[in-house]
């Protein structure tokens, strides 16, 4: 069975800081590219950081570029989003992604963690 699960959302204020972590199982997590993807209340879900399948290729939305940091360990099956200097327009619910490699249509998606920014 195929698992992700994100933990670390909340509240913080701006400024702040908040570690999501995304655990999976249930398929070979090496052969997969990891990605955070978020969704503000209203809005379309975008992708907001992603992570190649040795660690060494990142990729960014640009309003949260220098902010935030997205970081893997294959041998822990986890990925994280470190978010720094977190902003109010941040707030939304952050999902974790896993395409393959090697079949891009073998898509798994997390539950999703709130993220909420506000003094």
């Known amino acids: 069975q195929v698992r992700l699960v994100e933990s670390g959302g909340g509240l913080v204020q701006p400024g702040g800081s908040l570690r999501l972590s995304c655990v999976t199982s249930g398929f070979t997590y090496s052969n997969y590219r990891m990605s955070w993807y978020r969704q503000a209340p209203g809005k379309e879900r975008e992708l907001v950081a992603s992570?190649?399948?040795?660690?060494?290729?990142?990729n960014y939305l640009d309003s949260v570029k220098g902010r935030f940091t997205i970081s893997r360990d294959n041998a822990k099956n986890t990925v994280w989003l470190q978010m720094n200097s977190l902003k109010p327009e941040d707030l939304a619910v952050y999902y974790c992604?896993?395409?393959?490699?090697?079949?891009?249509?073998?898509?798994?998606w997390g539950q999703g963690t709130q993220v909420t920014v506000s003094s």
């Open positions: 992570i190649s399948i040795t660690g060494r290729s990142t």
């Open positions: 992604n896993a395409r393959s490699q090697h079949r891009t249509d073998i898509v798994y």
